[in-house]
């Protein structure tokens, strides 16, 4: 059981260029989220995916593509990176059983826009 | 909007001191109250939660109550070690249909030998 996975771990883009984000989770969540992790101002919520199919905008998502591609996997893409997102991208799945709910997260991607 | 506000870092402690780190909120109806702790190099992890007034979470030595009246989740322990050392973030949910966290800005702890 891997939990939440996130691939790369470590990145260096120039200014424009485009990647993407994988994110993974083994746990049969339904709900999936995309945060971004900048000094001091704690996550930031990009997108969600509360099921597989759906996805939603969270408080921060401009500049941001996500596809949620089965129920395991969750992606988010910068079509055009600019240096305002450099950040550590963190990936989450949420265990739901009745009212309980937890979020589980990755490891995180940083990323640095040049 | 909900809101969290804690404490600013960097908190530094010797081993063995009490550890008490501030935490309000503001949202709507009645949250969730969560702390997370980050180890370098990781993501987060859930510490302890509560999800109903006056209810104490606790895990690891930790606890926090949730007080509705002054709308706080402060986070103690009573004598903190240096595998302690690491990001505290308070954090709510407001129930709504995603199940979505608002987190606070995060407190870095470091603990002294």
């Known amino acids: 059981n891997a939990g939440v996975t996130q691939t790369p771990k470590f990145q260096v883009l120039k200014t424009g260029q485009s990647m993407t984000l994988q994110c993974a989770q083994d746990?049969?969540?339904?709900?999936m989220y995309w945060y971004r992790q900048d000094p001091g101002m704690g996550l930031r919520l990009i997108y969600y995916s509360a099921s597989e199919g759906t996805t939603d905008k969270g408080e921060v998502p401009n500049g941001y593509n996500v596809s949620r591609l089965n129920k395991r996997e969750f992606s988010l893409r910068l079509e055009s990176a600019a240096p305002s997102q450099t950040s550590v991208y963190f990936c989450a799945s949420n265990r739901q059983e009745g009212s309980y709910n937890e979020q589980f997260f990755g490891p995180g991607t940083r990323l640095t826009v040049l | 909007g909900n809101s969290v506000t804690q404490m600013e870092g960097p908190v530094t402690l010797s081993e063995e001191a009490f550890l008490t780190i501030n935490c309000t909120y503001t949202a709507t109806g009645y949250p969730s109250l969560f702390w997370y702790v980050q180890y370098p190099g990781e993501g987060l992890q859930l510490l302890l939660k509560a999800t109903k007034a006056d209810d104490k979470g606790s895990n690891k030595g930790f606890e926090a109550t949730y007080r509705k009246e002054t709308t706080s989740f402060h986070l103690e322990k009573g004598s903190v070690q240096v595998s302690d050392s690491a990001v505290y973030f308070c954090a709510l949910s407001a129930n709504n249909a995603g199940n979505m966290l608002t987190f606070g800005g995060g407190t870095r702890l470091m603990v002294k030998p």
């Open positions: 746990m049969n969540h339904n709900s």
